[in-house]
């Protein structure tokens, strides 16, 4: 009997059969033209998930209104028929692989910015600003509200024509359909806003009437908004059972808006498939499918979700941007190769600073036209990697696949670098999936790694003549000799503890130094073990080298740690035997702190000694990931993939 069963049995969103139960759900891509033309590389994208197996792809946000609707720089469109025949190459492309596919339809209200709308002022039900946004929208007038509902009608009758097997209406994450559901964003005294459901309705019937009873529309929305005056669970239900009954085909499940980021896209510290009861609670009563999402990353969890009842459907997002044969991977029973999201936020990152999708963990996301098939011209050629961190083991499987003999030395006992320390604060488990999913790639390819070699360029010259080097070393942690005290027994680099937490007794006072996303990690891990915990750094803010929505979800932990303490605008000074002393850089004041350990997390260096000793050994030596410049898993992805891939 397969594995998951309930996840790869057929389904039924209104007259459309699903061949399985997984969803790609809508994500933002910026592959579009300029002005939201489809193109081949959204066909080269989408195209690549259908092949990976996926039952039911959901596109991005398509708007209904370029000039107001726009959420990003560039977006698709069906505002008009000239696109329509865009959207036919996209739906032939996706149902070649038998896979379904549905057009997102979105206007993003007052979420959005004036210099994505030509400087005009923004739209929304009513005059609100998003505290997320900080722009004042103008409240739409009734008549405005009617045109847009025909808007969303118009842009499904042209999905309809243009081969598509449904659509979903967006009324999730504080988009305009969810400004007008939510009491936090429609105060409006028309019809509108007297029945808060009415403009989600109209569409909704609006396109069944146009496009008949049979063309599925599926409802995304937030079931809980997670903030104050807004959407709630028990508001969030209501909400769906009115949609249900107005003729929705299913629910999409999700949560949140701009104003509660970390709940539409979670950070790593999210447990997998959280929301999932979400999708239960509205599911209840209901006799249409429901869709959950929300950090569902590996089949186990999806395949629970069904069998427990929570929904009919499972919508995996980033999962389909870090391995796009998520599906075909969990289907055949070699889940263990597909290469897992660690929730990095790289992906939604690079869309808000307008440039394209990205994924840390798969170099080819959004680069599927200008890295398309591997050149096999590698005739068992061997290449040295030196260091079996991420980048030296990403870079030995691409090389593998050209057909290059990939030789991989690690000087430690066991393949990860920064990934073994990496995973060791709490609720970062997924790091270690990770680990093991690159580990599983590089055995089924037969690659070996030598762990436990300190490798020397003299010694890798006369065993192994490679034809060229890559240099996947890492970094070392910096510790500023500067300081007094560093160099006492009681004071630790923060990699080191990580790595063997032990080296610090519980119930101690800890001072870390460096409040990066490094530090703060370290602080929890440390208050796990019941010490009190002094988080010093010397800007005004903390982990300020981290995307804004782990960050947030970051901080709020922080200060619901009763164990952890910051002090920021303050700078070490030196080091004794059971205090730190400290200058406040604000005030100049010095201050002393009581520390039976310190632990630094100042950042990494690079090991310019040891990389020109490779250098001068190999006229072809390229150096990758933290070796070349200490960074974060998607630049030790990128350059391992890039040299390996153009090696010639
Ligand atoms: C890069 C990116 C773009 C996204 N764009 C959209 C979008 O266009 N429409 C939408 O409804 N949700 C969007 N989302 C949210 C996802 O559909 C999904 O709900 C979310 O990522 C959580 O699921 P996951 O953990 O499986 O990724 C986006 C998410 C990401 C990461
Ligand atoms: S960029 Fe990070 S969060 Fe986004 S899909 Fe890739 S691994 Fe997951």
Redesign the pocket.
């Known amino acids: 009997m397969a594995k998951y069963p309930l996840l790869f049995s057929e389904g039924k969103i209104g007259s459309v059969t699903i061949k399985n139960r997984v969803v790609m759900?809508?994500?933002?891509?910026i592959l579009c033209g300029p002005d939201g033309e489809m193109t081949d590389h959204l066909i080269a994208y989408y195209s690549e998930r259908a092949a990976g197996g996926t039952g039911l792809i959901?596109?991005?946000?398509v708007t209904v209104e370029y000039q107001f609707g726009k959420?990003?720089a560039s977006q698709l469109r069906l505002d008009n028929d000239r696109y329509i025949a865009g959207f036919s190459r996209l739906a032939g492309a996706v149902q070649k692989y038998g896979t379904k596919i549905f057009a997102?339809l979105?206007h993003a209200g007052r979420q959005t910015y004036t210099n994505f709308t030509d400087g005009k002022q923004i739209v929304a039900p009513s005059a609100i600003a998003s505290k997320a946004i900080g722009i004042e929208p103008r409240a739409l007038t009734t008549e405005e509200v009617k045109e847009l509902v025909q808007k969303f009608i118009d842009a499904a009758v042209r999905a309809q024509i243009a081969g598509f097997d449904g659509v979903?209406l967006?009324g999730?994450?504080g988009?305009l359909i969810n400004q007008f559901l939510s009491p936090h964003s429609n105060h409006r005294s028309d019809e509108y806003g007297k029945d808060r459901l009415r403009f989600t309705i109209e569409i909704l019937q609006g396109i069944k009437e146009k496009c008949g009873s049979d063309f599925p529309v599926i409802v995304?929305f937030s079931a809980d908004e997670f903030i104050a005056d807004g959407i709630n669970l028990q508001e969030g239900r209501r909400i769906g059972a009115a949609i249900a009954d107005a003729g929705a085909d299913a629910l999409?499940v999700?949560s949140g808006t701009y104003e509660s980021m970390p709940v539409?896209?979670?950070p790593y510290m999210y447990k997998e498939g959280w929301k999932s009861y979400l999708a239960q609670e509205v599911k209840q009563g209901l006799n249409i499918p429901v869709i959950a999402?929300?950090?569902?990353?590996r089949p186990a969890k999806a395949e629970e979700i069904l069998s427990q009842k929570k929904a009919d459907f499972v919508?995996?997002?980033?999962?389909?941007?870090c391995d796009s044969q998520w599906a075909m991977k969990a289907q055949s029973g070699n889940e263990d190769t597909i290469v897992t999201?660690i929730?990095c936020?790289h992906?939604?990152d690079?869309?808000f600073s307008m440039r394209k999708?990205e994924c840390a963990v798969n170099a080819r996301t959004g680069r599927e036209l200008e890295f398309q098939e591997f050149k096999k011209d590698g005739m068992g050629r061997k290449v040295a990697v030196i260091g079996a961190g991420p980048a030296g083991m990403e870079a030995a499987r691409v090389l593998k696949l050209r057909g290059f003999e990939p030789v991989v030395y690690e000087q430690s006992n066991e393949a990860g670098g920064q990934l073994i320390p990496g995973c060791k604060p709490p609720d970062k488990e997924v790091i270690k999936w990770y680990q093991n999913s690159l580990l599983k790639n590089v055995e089924e390819l037969n690659i070996e790694i030598k762990t436990g070699v300190n490798a020397q360029p003299q010694q890798v010259k006369s065993n192994d003549n490679p034809y060229a080097v890559i240099v996947s070393i890492g970094a070392k942690p910096i510790v500023p000799s500067i300081i007094p005290g560093v160099n006492n027994e009681n004071v630790f680099n923060a990699i080191e503890v990580l790595n063997n937490p032990i080296l610090i007794q519980d119930k101690s006072r800890v001072s870390i130094v460096g409040g990066g996303m490094t530090g703060c990690e370290l602080a929890e891990l440390l208050s796990n073990k019941n010490c009190m915990v002094t988080i010093i750094e010397m800007q005004s803010e903390l982990a300020t080298n981290e995307n804004e929505i782990t960050r947030t979800a970051m901080l709020k932990r922080l200060e619901d740690n009763k164990n952890i303490q910051i002090l920021t605008c303050h700078k070490l000074e030196s080091i004794k035997e059971d205090t730190v002393e400290l200058e406040n850089l604000e005030t100049g004041e010095k201050k002393q702190l009581s520390a039976d350990y310190t632990a630094l997390s100042l950042g990494l260096s690079p090991l310019v000694n040891e990389i020109r000793q490779w250098k001068e050994m190999f006229d072809k030596t390229f150096v990758v990931g933290d070796a070349v410049f200490p960074s974060k898993v998607a630049f030790a992805i990128r350059t391992a993939f890039d040299v390996a891939y153009t090696l010639s």
Do not use: D, N
């Open positions: 759900p809508p994500m933002g891509t959901i596109t991005e946000i959420a990003l997102q979105h979903e967006h999730a994450h988009y995304r999409h999700s539409i896209i979670e999402v929300g950090a569902i990353k919508a995996l997002g980033r999962a389909h941007l999201c929730g936020m992906c939604i690079s869309i999708i």
